[in-house]
């Protein structure tokens, strides 16, 4: 019998000492008919993390890295290196799996699959602070083949802890931007361009949406913002060789009108399309995101009485980030 791994689990964390417990647990529950391994990466946790994931280092194929120093949001690339497996999946350790057949499943389905380069379920958006929650998605096919336009019947971004990647379509020694590899709408197009993707509907893992994360915490405002620099230079990583369809994506998160749209949409100019995007962002950042002068826009002055005036201004709004 073959005991060697099926799918490497990537348990990322960092400061994530209410939430790691749960994360592991999840993981460990798994019921599969096949040995699987965990990466454990912390980078370099400052609330007591890195102690609690130091207990597992144990555990047969179980591995622990533990940063010495905080990556500054590399730490999932660089363990991207640990996958010796033909699967493999990213959890973050302050997300958890509810379904113990999740990875079973998930195996099954791509085996049965060899068109399909990842795999991926529904997830339950869990609101800490609201005590709420919600599906993430609501998807009416199976089968998600690269599309050929954006819309949401064709183009869907699952959680990243739905995802089960098959590892031989992930070629790091051809990604210029580590971004690519490790940000969630990212690598998600990454793979469509691989492959297909099965989708499964149902929930089998939980997303808790703590305001705390890099994301989650950013402003809305912020948050789109970053998402259109992702898409940016995903179009850059492809050599603008999809930008009909990422141009349409970015121009939804920014709320562009529709003449810069078709510019973006339709010009095959590499420097123009390069240098438009920049000034569309640089735009959207001066007029959401930065910090405006004090000084009013508008001052008008009104009388009051013999010896007083209303003094009216109309200034700008201020730190929406």
């Known amino acids: 019998m073959n005991n060697a791994p099926l799918v490497t689990v990537l348990l990322i964390t960092y400061n994530h000492v209410d939430y790691f417990e749960k994360a592991i647990q999840s993981v460990l529950a798994q019921k ?70 999740k990875l079973q499943t998930q195996v099954d389905i791509l085996e049965n699959n060899p068109d399909c380069s990842f795999c991926a379920h529904n997830t339950l958006v869990n609101y800490p602070n609201l005590k709420t929650e919600k599906e993430y998605l609501r998807c009416p096919t199976k089968i998600f083949k690269f599309p050929k336009k954006l819309t949401k019947r064709y183009f869907i971004e699952p959680h990243t802890s739905s995802r089960l990647y098959r590892s031989e379509c992930l070629k790091l020694d051809e990604i210029k931007n580590p ?81 810069s749209y078709l510019l973006l949409k339709y010009s095959t100019n590499k420097e123009f399309l390069s240098s438009f995007y920049d000034k569309i962002l640089k735009t959207y950042e001066r007029n959401y995101l930065c910090d405006w002068e004090q000084k009013p826009i508008m001052k008008i002055s009104v009388p009051f009485g013999s010896k007083k005036r209303v003094v009216f201004e109309l200034r700008r709004e201020k730190n929406r980030v």
């Open 179 to 259: 971004l690519i590899a490790t940000y969630d709408i990212a690598i998600n197009f990454y793979y469509l361009t691989k492959g297909n993707l099965y989708y499964i509907d149902k929930i089998m893992s939980v997303y808790n949406y703590t305001n705390k994360g890099v994301y989650s915490s950013a402003s809305s405002y912020l948050q789109r913002f970053k998402s259109a620099s992702v898409i940016k230079q995903i179009n850059e990583e492809f050599d603008y060789k999809y930008n009909n369809l990422l141009s349409r994506f970015f121009s939804t998160r920014l709320n562009l009108n529709f003449f």
């Open 32 to 101: 599969t008919n096949f040995p699987f391994q965990i990466v454990i990466s912390d980078d370099a946790s400052t609330d007591g993390t890195s102690e609690i994931v130091k207990k597992y280092k144990d555990i047969p194929n179980v591995k622990v890295i533990i940063r010495k120093e905080n990556s500054c949001g590399k730490n999932t690339y660089l363990t991207l290196s640990e996958i010796n497996t033909k699967y493999f999946t990213v959890l973050e350790a302050d997300d958890y799996w509810c379904d113990e057949n």
